[in-house]
């Protein structure tokens, strides 16, 4: 057996060359990170951390954990109207996990460093006597005062989402072994948007001076637009049949009405969720012309008892749903 890197050892070999094109990570040789913010614009920062078996399962490929973690927090900037700058990593690993984890894990970081054009600054890494946890912290720049708020909807405007929902909650379901697909490209795509979401980078920055209010749909499609329409002090109407869905979603949910509530309300989606008002709908056609993602009108903002959120059929007839999104606790 060759001997064990140490805690210094894993540092330079996996995570240095991953900050080795930013400056300001100073080559992961110092105490912290020190950049600076370009003239006219601000940092945007979150954070979003992950569990082995809570946000995916132990033996998933250490790239697509990688790939899932990193997508998760850029679709926050994404929904700020950043664009991404630099993250710092922090994680949290059982003793004796096989170095070649470690391996795989940062070359799903390096390959969507390159994809979505981000650099670590830095990090920590700790050892856990529970599961693999994971946390990155993402940097991106907005224009000063641009930043796109969950509180910029009105009463009237309409409520638009990006690409499609539910092919997540679905894919879960698979994983679980809980829901039989027709076939095996069906299953193979639901699987890879619940590994491997596709956070809707382009699309963020381009709605500052579009959207009112803009969020991300990670809890569930039903519970974040209760968050952003609460958060703009106003109730929302949510057409389950406007949702727009993949054709393997659509083909997995085979008009089963339990199979639509999971999709709107599953969660992992990490498509933006934004208003507009009405006049916007042709600027919107062209941005998602030029983007190549679908930009799909799903309801709209009403005056109503904050956070409430009315989901309709295709008859009008209101939507029972057992639950609205995920919840931790
Ligand atoms: N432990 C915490 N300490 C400080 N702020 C927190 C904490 N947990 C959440 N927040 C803040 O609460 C708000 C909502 O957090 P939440 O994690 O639900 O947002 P999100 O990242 O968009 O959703 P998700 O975690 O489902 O991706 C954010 O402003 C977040 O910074
Ligand atoms: C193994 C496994 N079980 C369940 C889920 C579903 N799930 C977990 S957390 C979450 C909401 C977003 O997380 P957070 O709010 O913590 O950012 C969802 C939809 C999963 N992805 N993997
Ligand atoms: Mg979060
Ligand atoms: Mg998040
Ligand atoms: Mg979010």
Known sequence: MTKPLGEFGRISRFFKPLAAGFPGARGLRD????????????????????????????????????????????????????????????????????????????????????????????????STTGPVTLSVTAFGLVPAGRALPRWGGRPGDRVFVTGSIGDAALGLEIAYGRLDVPDEETSAHLLRRLRRPDPRTTIGPRLIGLAGGAM?????????????????????????EAVPLSDAARGAIDGDPVRLALAITGGDDYELLFTAPAAARDDLAALSADCGVAITEIGELHPGTPGEVSVLDAATTPLPLTRRGWDHF
């Not at 250490?62 to 850029?74: T, V, Y």
């Not at 994680?91 to 390096?110: H, M, Q, V």
């Not at 974040?224 to 057409?239: K, N, P």
Request: include cysteine.
């Open 216 to 240: 991300d749909v990670s809890d569930g499609l039903v519970a974040d637009l209760g968050h952003l329409c609460g958060e703009s002090g106003c109730a929302a109407l949510l057409r389950a």
């Open 31 to 126: 105490d912290a990170a020190v950049f600076g913010v370009p003239e006219g614009r601000e940092l945007v920062v979150t954070t979003d951390a992950m569990v082995a078996g809570v946000h995916f399962f132990p033996d998933d490929a250490p790239a697509d954990i990688a790939a899932k973690l990193m997508r998760s927090n850029l679709s926050d900037l994404a929904a700020m109207g950043a664009e991404p700058l630099a993250y710092t990593l922090v994680t949290a690993l059982p003793r004796g996990l096989d170095e070649s984890w470690l391996e795989g894990f940062a070359a799903g970081l390096g390959e969507d460093q390159r994809r979505f054009g981000i650099a670590l600054a830095g990090g920590d890494s700790v």
